[in-house]
């Protein structure tokens, strides 16, 4: 499962402030998930998106998926100091069942 | 709860003394995988098991054995650890490959 493409790998903004992250890919998905990861702690999911769906929506999440460009991005409104984390889209690959690929994650810092 | 149990969550070894890290997820899922992060480098999957009995190699097995023999439990074994094993271990479960997966607190590990 090759490293797929973050952008970018690391964003400073403060508190309050919108915070964009996108993914990119070469080949068919089914599907992508989006995870966050505090420092050095298990990652925990937080939305998945399927290929045939392009806006999902979880509280103050929202991702977009465009299959046409191959990419995906999360935006997290009205950020909190708490939203200081990696966060890490991860694909379903369409060519194999078997397949999922993690990118390089995006070290998101908010400032109080 | 549902969760991924991962034990112990820090070890330091010598080089060559074997150990077992363990992983039991009590969601009765099929899917389970270990990954291990390091700096720059992101998740990289070692092995991964579809059901009971059923285990394949990830990106990175050298070194690394497994085995799937409840549904409930998938422990990694090094045989003999070198310090290039040095890294943070995160076991992973989900009812599918590629739905919603659910990580461990993960285990750092030192090989002196």
Redesign the interface.
């Known amino acids: 499962?090759?490293?797929g493409e973050e952008d970018p790998q690391a964003l400073s903004i403060q508190e309050g402030e919108n915070a964009t992250m996108n993914c990119s890919y070469k080949t068919s998905i089914?599907?992508l998930?989006w995870?966050r990861q505090n420092s050095?702690?298990?990652?925990?999911?937080l939305i998945?998106i399927r290929s045939n769906e392009r806006e999902k929506h979880s509280g103050r999440l929202r991702v977009t998926l465009d299959t046409s460009k191959k990419s995906s991005s999360l935006l997290i409104t009205a950020s909190r100091a708490a939203d200081t984390a990696s966060y890490?889209c991860?694909r379903?690959d369409g060519g194999s069942?078997?397949?999922?690929t993690?990118?390089?994650?995006t070290q998101l810092t908010v400032l109080p | 709860e549902a969760q991924v149990t991962q034990n112990p969550r820090y070890l330091i070894t010598v080089t060559g003394k074997k150990l077992t890290v363990t992983c039991s997820q009590n969601m009765n899922h099929e899917y389970m995988s270990w990954y291990r992060q390091d700096p720059g480098l992101g998740l990289r999957q070692i092995y991964y098991s579809m059901n009971v009995e059923v285990t394949d190699k990830g990106d990175v097995p050298e070194g690394y054995k497994v085995s799937r023999k409840e549904k409930r439990n998938f422990p990694l074994i090094l045989e003999s650890p070198s310090p290039n094993q040095t890294s943070l271990y995160f076991c992973a479960s989900s009812r599918r490959v590629q739905e919603t997966q659910y990580f461990g607190p993960g285990t750092r590990l030192l090989v002196l």
């Open positions: 499962s090759q490293q089914n599907n998930q995870y050095g702690r298990g990652l925990v999911h998945l890490f991860v379903g069942a078997r397949q999922l993690f990118g390089s994650g």
